[in-house]
């Protein structure tokens, strides 16, 4: 019984199931991954450089951004600065699940970090809201369906971009957003009450923090200074 068990575990944390347990995210990166193609190409760049972006920078937020930057003519450096204070969240969501990967080598944390996303943190979170061990192979099949998703979806919006002028008539803007929403309610099964309570009060703290912050520089940069301090108290409270 004890090697069936085993057996079972194994399967279940393999490559092949990591891409199954991707499959819930797709529909959001296909949407928003179109949007961003439409939009890359609206201001101005190529359907080969929309998709050398999503090969490169591989991040919805930071891309959306680039693309109006670039529309405006910023300068690199100007973009590059902004890309990187976007992306700066990524350092807390590696910090959070490196400690369940120490027994792999330097190499392969490096390959779950590179392409680790919002939404492939929310499903390897909700594995640890249950209580499940996650092994590499599960990541890499997690991580891999979904950079090779996005890739297609981008690609495919610059391609298609004339067809669809206006992405937010079909809710493609909204798609992120209930993207998320099905990731959280997926992990509230999972969750403690207790624990519930405290991620409340982080919330509400967050959003005390962005209204201050609003009040000295812009509503863009507030949302992303409140939301690092707001997960750093978290991680710093959490029990």
Known sequence: MEAVGKAREKVRLDFKQGVKDCIPTLLGYISIGIAAGVVGVAAGMSALEVALLAVLVY??????????????????AAIILTTFIVNLRHFLMSATLAPHFTFYSVRRNIGIGILL????????????????????????????????CWIMACTAGALFGNWIAEPEMFGLDFALTAMFLALLVL?????????????????????????????????????????????????????
């Open 187 to 239: 992990q509230l099964d999972a969750i403690e009450s207790e624990k519930i309570k405290h991620y409340i009060k982080l919330v509400l703290c967050i959003a005390i923090l962005m209204l201050i912050l609003s009040c000295f520089m812009s509503s863009h940069v507030a949302v992303l200074l409140a939301t690092v301090i707001g997960a750093t108290i978290g991680v710093i409270t959490e029990k």
């Open 117 to 148: 996303t919002d939404e492939t943190f929310g499903v390897a979170a909700g594995k640890l809201q249950q209580k499940q061990p996650m092994s590499v192979s599960w990541m890499n099949g997690l991580n891999m369906t979904a950079y090779l």
């Open 59 to 76: 991040a919805g937020s930071a891309q959306f951004i680039f693309a109006a930057l670039f529309l405006d003519g910023s300068p690199a």
